[in-house]
């Protein structure tokens, strides 16, 4: 089984990632399958979406949950650890769409409000799921207006990623 790790919001178009669903052939049955990021962009005017708003829409089937250790975001030459506050591994928001012709099952981000700490940094962000509300995403049994929302101040702890550190000289 695949573990939480970083999810780069920088990845590029069809990088695969595992995610957690339920079965679409077994109703009652979650599993987690390996899909590509980002929509069949014949289906967008040549475009292909990687995130959706969460604001006005509802979700009324095909939500998926991908793990997360962290995400990373770019700021012009800068990169950024994003993780929560507490350490704990979370999940993001999304939904899955099924294969169509040559294009395979995909999924793309639900985005809120960027929360305080982000905002700094760029408007927008993954929704975060917490552990306590896997279920309630994947079964609907809470409304989406309850779990897509802006998390609050303090939520999160934005690291600088370093680059690689060179050694120009012989330490003796």
Same mark, same amino acid.
């Given at each position: 089984?695949?573990?939480?790790?970083?999810?780069? !919001?920088?990845?590029?178009?069809? /990088?695969?990632?595992?995610?957690?669903?339920?079965?679409? +052939?077994?109703?009652?049955?979650?599993?987690?399958?390996?899909?590509?990021? *980002? @929509?069949?962009?014949?289906? *967008?005017? *040549? !475009? /292909?979406?990687? #995130?959706?708003?969460?604001?006005?829409?509802? #979700?009324?089937?095909?939500?998926?949950?991908?793990? +997360?250790?962290?995400?990373?975001?770019?700021?012009?030459?800068?990169?950024?650890?994003?993780?929560?506050?507490?350490?704990? #591994?979370?999940?993001? +928001?999304?939904?899955?769409?099924?294969?169509?012709?040559?294009?395979?099952? @995909?999924?793309?981000?639900?985005?809120? !409000? +960027?929360?305080?700490?982000? @905002?700094?940094?760029?408007?927008?962000?993954?929704?975060?799921?917490?552990?306590?509300?896997?279920?309630?995403? %994947?079964?609907?049994?809470?409304?989406?207006?309850?779990?897509?929302?802006?998390?609050?101040?303090?939520?999160?702890?934005?690291?600088?990623?370093?680059? @690689?550190?060179?050694?120009?000289? %012989?330490?003796?």
């Amino acid at each position: 089984m695949d573990k939480a790790t970083p999810f780069d !919001t920088d990845a590029p178009l069809g /990088s695969q990632r595992a995610i957690i669903r339920y079965n679409p +052939a077994k109703t009652l049955e979650l599993e987690m399958v390996h899909a590509r990021w *980002g @929509s069949d962009p014949r289906f *967008g005017a *040549g !475009t /292909s979406f990687r #995130f959706v708003r969460s604001e006005g829409k509802t #979700f009324p089937s095909h939500r998926c949950l991908v793990p +997360a250790s962290e995400f990373h975001m770019t700021v012009g030459d800068k990169r950024y650890r994003v993780t929560l506050d507490g350490g704990n #591994f979370f999940y993001l +928001a999304a939904v899955w769409e099924p294969a169509m012709a040559d294009w395979p099952e @995909s999924y793309k981000i639900v985005t809120v !409000t +960027a929360n305080p700490e982000v @905002s700094r940094f760029q408007e927008r962000h993954g929704a975060i799921i917490h552990r306590r509300q896997v279920m309630q995403w %994947l079964d609907r049994t809470v409304p989406e207006t309850e779990l897509l929302e802006t998390p609050p101040a303090r939520t999160f702890i934005i690291e600088e990623i370093a680059g @690689s550190a060179i050694q120009t000289a %012989l330490a003796l």
